[in-house]
């Protein structure tokens, strides 16, 4: 679905908007049905270790990944895009819904930037943890894990649950019409996270969504995420899309072309290298992956 001409006036004046009905269920269904299977394999071994006593395999997929969880947190482990570097996770990467409305914030020539990521936030009931970590992230902008040297690269976040993702499941929250201050000090302390001395002084906005909606943001944009007190997971994206030939931020991991009209032969649709690729990476580790955090 393309932006509208206000959408993405929107995004250039706020440095952030969420986008309704962007993804159909059709577009999700295959992601979903790839991670139902992955996690029921990943269940089975731990099962069979003895590491989780109760399978549950009836339960909805947003509650069966919460209820492995309590049992055993082992189940998330290696639960990422790149790690676990599903098929129909690549196809989606090249979702013609989504990129129809990223091409309006970067253009026609579109890199799919490596920093990306999946995640499952259990409800607090199976992960009491409510500190920094993955499932809740703190203040933060996403220049903040990319190399200064993508700091004039056009690289805009899209945020995108599988399912719901209301306030009580622990949605994004972000600070408009603040991200013209450019980049803010980030500390190590509390796990890369805006220096509480610089936080702008502006109303956090809640970015609520239904399954099909996407949140895009700028860069600069603060945002964080807050507890899951529902009793369903909060399942996401974070991906990020960028103009290709910007510095990615993160010279380590692979990036790859999914839309061009200037050279269409550039598209990168195999998954075969897309998986390679990702494996060379950890084996043969050279560029850098950094936070910009002190
Ligand atoms: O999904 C979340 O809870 C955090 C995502 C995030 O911070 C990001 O996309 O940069």
Same mark, same amino acid.
């Given at each position: =679905?393309?932006?509208?001409?206000?959408?993405?006036?929107? #995004?250039?004046?706020?440095? +952030?908007?969420?986008?309704?009905?962007?993804? !159909?269920?059709?577009?999700?269904?295959?992601?979903?049905?790839?991670?139902?299977?992955?996690?029921?394999?990943?269940?089975?071994?731990?099962?069979?270790?003895?590491?989780?006593?109760?399978?549950?395999?009836?339960?909805?997929?947003?509650?069966?990944?919460?209820?492995?969880?309590?049992?055993?947190?082992?189940?998330?482990?290696?639960?990422?895009?790149?790690?676990?570097?599903?098929?129909?996770? #690549?196809?989606?990467?090249?979702?013609?819904?989504?990129?129809?409305?990223?091409?309006?914030? +970067?253009?026609?020539?579109? !890199?799919?930037?490596?920093?990306?990521?999946?995640?499952?936030?259990?409800?607090?009931?199976?992960?009491?943890?409510?500190?920094?970590?993955?499932?809740? +992230?703190?203040?933060?902008?996403?220049?903040?894990? =990319?190399?200064?040297?993508?700091?004039? *690269?056009?690289?805009?976040?899209?945020?995108?649950?599988?399912?719901?993702? !209301?306030?009580?499941?622990?949605?994004?929250?972000?600070?408009?019409?603040?991200?013209?201050?450019?980049?803010?000090?980030?500390?190590?302390?509390?796990?890369?996270t805006i220096d509480p001395a610089l936080m702008p002084d502006a109303e956090p906005l809640s970015l609520?969504?239904?399954?099909?909606?996407?949140?895009?943001?700028?860069?600069?944009?603060?945002?964080?995420?807050?507890?899951?007190?529902?009793?369903?997971?909060?399942?996401?994206?974070?991906?990020?899309?960028?103009?290709?030939?910007?510095?990615?931020?993160?010279?380590?991991?692979?990036?790859?072309?999914?839309? *061009?009209?200037?050279?269409?032969?550039?598209?990168?649709?195999?998954?075969?290298?897309?998986?390679?690729?990702?494996?060379?990476?950890?084996?043969?580790?050279?560029g850098v992956v950094g936070h910009r955090a002190e």
């Amino acid at each position: =679905m393309q932006l509208t001409t206000q959408q993405v006036e929107d #995004f250039h004046n706020h440095g +952030v908007i969420v986008a309704r009905g962007v993804l !159909t269920d059709a577009d999700l269904q295959p992601v979903i049905d790839e991670l139902s299977a992955w996690i029921d394999e990943r269940a089975q071994t731990l099962h069979a270790e003895g590491k989780i006593a109760e399978l549950h395999e009836d339960a909805p997929f947003e509650q069966r990944y919460g209820l492995l969880f309590g049992q055993c947190q082992d189940i998330g482990q290696g639960m990422d895009i790149m790690f676990y570097r599903g098929r129909a996770m #690549f196809n989606f990467l090249h979702n013609a819904h989504l990129l129809d409305a990223v091409e309006g914030l +970067v253009g026609p020539e579109i !890199t799919c930037n490596p920093i990306q990521h999946l995640r499952a936030k259990p409800p607090v009931a199976f992960d009491p943890h409510t500190g920094p970590s993955f499932h809740v +992230v703190p203040w933060h902008q996403d220049a903040g894990v =990319m190399m200064p040297e993508a700091e004039g *690269s056009n690289v805009v976040t899209c945020w995108l649950p599988l399912g719901d993702a !209301t306030e009580e499941m622990g949605c994004m929250q972000a600070l408009p019409n603040v991200f013209r201050n450019g980049y803010l000090r980030h500390l190590r302390a509390g796990g890369t996270t805006i220096d509480p001395a610089l936080m702008p002084d502006a109303e956090p906005l809640s970015l609520a969504c239904r399954k099909g909606d996407v949140v895009f943001m700028h860069r600069l944009t603060p945002h964080r995420s807050t507890p899951n007190v529902s009793d369903q997971c909060r399942w996401s994206l974070d991906l990020r899309y960028q103009t290709t030939g910007h510095h990615t931020g993160r010279t380590a991991h692979p990036d790859f072309v999914v839309r *061009s009209r200037q050279a269409p032969s550039s598209v990168m649709d195999s998954y075969t290298k897309w998986r390679t690729d990702w494996i060379d990476a950890f084996e043969n580790p050279r560029g850098v992956v950094g936070h910009r955090a002190e």
